[in-house]
């Protein structure tokens, strides 16, 4: 007898004879020091986690000791510091790399870190042709949304070229490049966009690696075999998974039509994912668990689409640092799914839809398109430096913001049920979140110092770093594989700030396009609309002054490289009627200073989501006053919890401004305000 339903006389689904095994089960960590970051791994794998991804600090991701000025206050701030070997060594103390799978965020020091993990791996006695993990190593994304880039795109792109070439060789079960569509999500990237832009990526890389003639013709297989992306998902959970197949789909085409590869099992398409943070609320920030969940099911729910690893976001990101208690939380959400749930004992849930099969085809034929509009201008790198890919994602984000500010586009708690309860997980803001001690930064620098002045004696009797870094130094002048001279170098104690600035002497460094001057206006400053009351204020505050325009600094001070609100806060007022000074992402405050007096500027805007904002405000704001600038007032945002807030402003800061703050129009409108008060006008009585 048939297993029916009997209602509708349809087979009823049955579950498979094998349960699926669950994804690897990650949490995005490390912070402080070394010493810390490795308690954090230990407890969180003994909690039943099973893999391990590393979240390295600003200096770190973009080539600077701890003791450089720019790594001023970002010193173990978003991830661990490591510099060197020992730190690398105190990072996996206890832990047995050849039986781990480690994913390391990192990107134009990929490399380094990739050879520090390997020396250590070695140290341990593991066989490196069993190392599993990943290095992230996708340089398009930091040129348009993460800002962790130091080299040009073609030095860069050599960079990876070079390390998946040894990795094919040396290290067969590593993935050496991660193509990351994450960030370009989170800088406002629509499903299409995410998968053209990360497409085309891979595209620009399998090109590169044909070319460069290392990898021979019928090893292409195993190098498209190790390619795995990094993707986002968002709360909108069907279009999300509809996404994902159709990310598999054409996978499977450009690898099939352009490089030939023939095994469908090397034609995977292999992902892990970190689901949304762009979407995590500071307002009523319990809500964020809910959207978890709802973006960890786009990437689970489909087997024919699931993700091979999965990250999820703290509840408290958008408030500061997780705690490891909010770490585990995020854990056991994945952990209840895989192992209460029947999801793995079933085939794909979704086959035979006639919606989802249509969203995917849509998502396909529109990703197809984009993608050869790209390859019609070059190719992803070309992309990246006329500025086309960067100008199509601030736009995207700009009119993001402006459904949200409108209200098209309802995010709970911020724009829509407002009112709320008191929350007993914030009451004590203080301990909601996890802080890192500012003697933390004196302590790694003191380190640093100590291994730079004892690496050659023992126990450890590294030869003198000078001849690796010459040797570094001429293949990276020549076409010499550079992964062997990087294994010198880590081998030798060479530090992450004297490798990266070997390099930078021979490649010099990028300043990425802003797309700030190329974006279109979002929104409609029509008669009766907020901004065109804004830009009233604008000029009449102008005529006032007795300038032509208002002018409005914005700056990005230290290493924090995620500049979507600074962009967006600058084409706002831009709209508004400011003339607008942004020079782009890692300036030192002195640099800012400098900026503000020689444009003449009536305001500064300072834009930090790294921590960093309690050591590099107060440094604007004293450069400021010593240069006799004090009626030019200064504007902070980013993630700033309250108390950093309140002493921000004790400081001088004119108005701080957090996530919970989505109307951009009417914070230009208070930055008019500011700018008034400063020049002792009387307040206008038009409404912002």
């Given at each position: 007898?048939?297993?029916?339903?009997?209602?509708?006389?349809?087979?009823?689904?049955?579950?498979?004879?094998?349960?699926?095994?669950?994804?690897?089960?990650?949490?995005?960590?490390?912070?402080?020091?070394?010493?810390?970051?490795?308690?954090?791994?230990?407890?969180?794998?003994?909690?039943?986690?099973?893999?391990?991804?590393?979240?390295?600090?600003?200096?770190?991701?973009?080539?600077?000791?701890?003791?450089?000025?720019?790594?001023?206050?970002?010193?173990?701030?978003?991830?661990?510091?490591?510099?060197?070997?020992?730190?690398?060594?105190?990072?996996?103390?206890?832990?047995?790399?050849?039986?781990?799978?480690?994913?390391?965020?990192?990107?134009?020091?990929?490399?380094?870190?990739?050879?520090?993990?390997?020396?250590?791996?070695?140290?341990?006695?593991?066989?490196?042709?069993?190392?599993?993990?990943?290095?992230?190593?996708?340089?398009?994304?930091?040129?348009?949304?993460?800002?962790?880039?130091?080299?040009?795109?073609?030095?860069?792109?050599?960079?990876?070229?070079?390390?998946?070439?040894y990795t094919v060789s040396h290290i067969p079960k590593w993935n050496p490049i991660n193509i990351c569509s994450y960030h370009l999500q989170e800088a406002g990237a629509t499903p299409v966009q995410e998968i053209a832009y990360a497409m085309s990526t891979a595209i620009a890389v399998l090109d590169a690696v044909k070319a460069g003639g290392q990898v021979p013709e019928e090893r292409m297989g195993d190098v498209v075999a190790r390619i795995s992306f990094f993707v986002n998902a968002g709360v909108r959970f069907v279009e999300e998974m509809c996404k994902m197949r159709a990310f598999g789909?054409?996978?499977?085409?450009?690898?099939?039509?352009?490089?030939?590869?023939?095994?469908?099992?090397?034609?995977?398409?292999?992902?892990?994912?970190?689901?949304?943070?762009?979407?995590?609320?500071?307002?009523?920030?319990?809500?964020?668990?809910?959207?978890?969940?709802?973006?960890?099911l786009a990437v689970t729910l489909s087997k024919d689409a699931r993700a091979r690893a999965v990250q999820l976001p703290a509840w408290n990101e958008a408030l500061g640092l997780p705690r490891p208690w909010d770490q585990q939380w995020s854990l056991r959400i994945q952990q209840v799914l895989a192992h209460e749930s029947d999801l793995l004992e079933?085939?794909?849930?979704?086959?035979?839809?006639?919606?989802?099969?249509?969203?995917?085809?849509?998502?396909?034929?529109?990703?197809?398109?984009?993608?050869?509009?790209?390859?019609?201008?070059?190719?992803?790198?070309?992309?990246?430096?006329?500025?086309?890919?960067?100008s199509q994602l601030v736009a995207s984000h700009a009119e993001r913001r402006a459904r949200i500010e409108s209200g098209q586009e309802k995010i709970v708690g911020v724009n829509i049920f407002e009112t709320t309860e008191p929350n007993p997980l914030t009451a004590d803001l203080d301990t909601a979140i996890q802080t890192v001690d500012p003697a933390v930064e004196e302590q790694v620098i003191a380190a640093l110092q100590h291994w730079r002045d004892t690496r050659y004696q023992p126990p450890f009797n590294h030869p003198r770093p000078c001849?690796?870094?010459?040797?570094?130094?001429?293949?990276?002048?020549?076409?010499d594989n550079l992964m062997e001279a990087t294994l010198e170098c880590a081998r030798a104690g060479v530090t992450t700030g004297e490798w990266a600035g070997a390099l930078r002497e021979v490649f010099g460094e990028f300043r990425a396009p802003t797309g700030v001057s190329s974006a279109p206006v979002a929104v409609t400053a029509a008669e009766g609309t907020?901004?065109?009351?804004?830009?009233?204020?604008?000029?009449?505050?102008?005529?006032?002054?007795?300038?032509?325009?208002?002018?409005?600094?914005?700056?990005?001070?230290?290493?924090?490289?995620?500049?979507?609100?600074?962009?967006?806060?600058?084409?706002?007022?831009?709209?508004?009627?400011?003339?607008?000074?942004?020079?782009?992402?890692?300036?030192?405050?002195?640099?800012?200073?400098?900026?503000?007096?020689?444009?003449?500027?009536?305001?500064?805007?300072?834009?930090?989501?790294?921590?960093?904002?309690?050591?590099?405000?107060p440094d604007v704001l004293e450069r400021l006053r010593v240069a006799g600038a004090t009626d030019i007032p200064v504007i902070a945002g980013g993630i700033i919890p309250n108390g950093d807030a309140e002493q921000l402003k004790a400081a001088g800061v004119a108005a701080v401004f957090t996530p919970k703050d989505f109307d951009i129009t009417g914070i230009i409108g208070r930055i008019v305000d500011e700018i008034r008060k400063a020049n002792k006008l009387d307040p206008l009585e038009v409404p912002a």
């Open positions: 007898m048939r297993n029916v339903d009997a209602d509708t006389e349809r087979p009823r689904a049955q579950p498979q004879k094998e349960r699926d095994r669950p994804w690897l089960m990650r949490t995005y960590a490390g912070h402080s020091t070394a010493e810390a970051s490795n308690e954090l791994y230990r407890r969180n794998l003994a909690k039943g986690q099973t893999g391990l991804s590393v979240a390295f600090d600003l200096p770190t991701q973009t080539g600077y000791d701890p003791d450089h000025i720019l790594a001023r206050g970002e010193v173990g701030r978003v991830g661990v510091p490591v510099s060197h070997l020992g730190d690398m060594r105190r990072l996996f103390q206890d832990i047995p790399l050849e039986q781990m799978n480690t994913s390391m965020t990192i990107n134009a020091t990929a490399m380094w870190l990739l050879a520090l993990y390997q020396v250590v791996a070695e140290e341990q006695g593991a066989d490196i042709t069993k190392l599993q993990g990943t290095t992230q190593n996708d340089i398009v994304k930091e040129y348009l949304s993460r800002g962790t880039h130091v080299f040009p795109p073609g030095p860069s792109l050599r960079l990876t070229t070079d390390m998946i070439a789909r054409i996978w499977d085409k450009v690898t099939r039509e352009r490089y030939g590869i023939q095994d469908p099992k090397q034609r995977r398409f292999r992902y892990g994912v970190q689901v949304n943070s762009l979407g995590l609320t500071e307002a009523q920030p319990e809500n964020n668990v809910q959207r978890i969940v709802l973006e960890m079933y085939d794909d849930i979704f086959e035979g839809s006639k919606v989802i099969e249509a969203k995917v085809e849509a998502l396909v034929e529109e990703s197809l398109a984009e993608i050869e509009r790209i390859q019609e201008m070059g190719g992803a790198m070309a992309a990246v430096e006329s500025g086309y890919l960067k001849k690796a870094l010459e040797r570094l130094k001429e293949a990276a002048k020549g076409t907020a901004l065109a009351e804004v830009r009233r204020k604008v000029e009449l505050t102008a005529q006032d002054m007795n300038v032509g325009k208002l002018r409005f600094l914005v700056g990005k001070p230290g290493l924090d490289g995620h500049s979507n609100g600074a962009e967006q806060i600058a084409v706002r007022a831009r709209d508004a009627g400011f003339e607008v000074v942004y020079q782009g992402i890692r300036l030192t405050p002195e640099q800012i200073v400098d900026a503000a007096l020689a444009e003449d500027v009536h305001a500064v805007g300072l834009s930090i989501l790294s921590g960093s904002h309690a050591q590099l405000v």
